[in-house]
């Protein structure tokens, strides 16, 4: 079901696939072997691409930050890279406007 198509007075997760999962596939258990991580963050990543709300997920996890697990079909470590990214771009676009602002006045 489309994000659009959703009753809009359900949340989001209502309709999340991990819902039906186990959670323990989204979030790594204490000292997970890195080979064991892995494998488990892609299995979740299989999960998150046939979820009809990943991007609300993913929108989530990036607001709150989440700092743990799998959310929207990225691990923590995926969701800084596009909070950084999302920060740098942020400031190109801000020093932009300055800049045409100073150039007109």
């Known amino acids: 079901m489309a994000a659009r198509d959703r009753d809009q007075d359900a949340p989001w997760h209502t309709e999340a696939v991990c819902r039906r999962d186990e959670a323990g596939l989204f979030f790594a258990?204490?000292?997970e072997?890195?080979?064991?991580r892995l494998s488990r963050?892609?299995?979740?990543k299989r999960v998150c691409a046939r979820c009809p709300v990943m991007?609300?997920?993913r929108e989530h996890a990036l607001l709150q930050?989440?700092?743990y697990g799998v959310w929207g079909g990225l691990t923590a470590a995926e969701r800084r890279v596009v909070l950084a990214r999302r920060r740098r771009r942020e400031m190109e676009?801000?020093?932009?406007?300055q800049n045409r602002?100073?150039?007109?006045g």
Not at 41 to 44: D, P, Q, S, Y
Not at 93 to 97: E, F, P, S, Y
Not at 101 to 104: D, G, K, L, Q, V
Request: hydrophobic share 40%; charged share 30%; aromatic share 0%.
């Open 29 to 31: 258990p204490s000292k």
């Open 33 to 36: 072997p890195t080979a064991a």
């Open 41 to 44: 963050e892609e299995a979740a």
């Open 55 to 57: 991007v609300e997920c």
């Open 65 to 67: 930050p989440e700092p």
């Open 93 to 97: 676009l801000k020093k932009a406007r």
């Open 101 to 104: 602002i100073a150039a007109a």
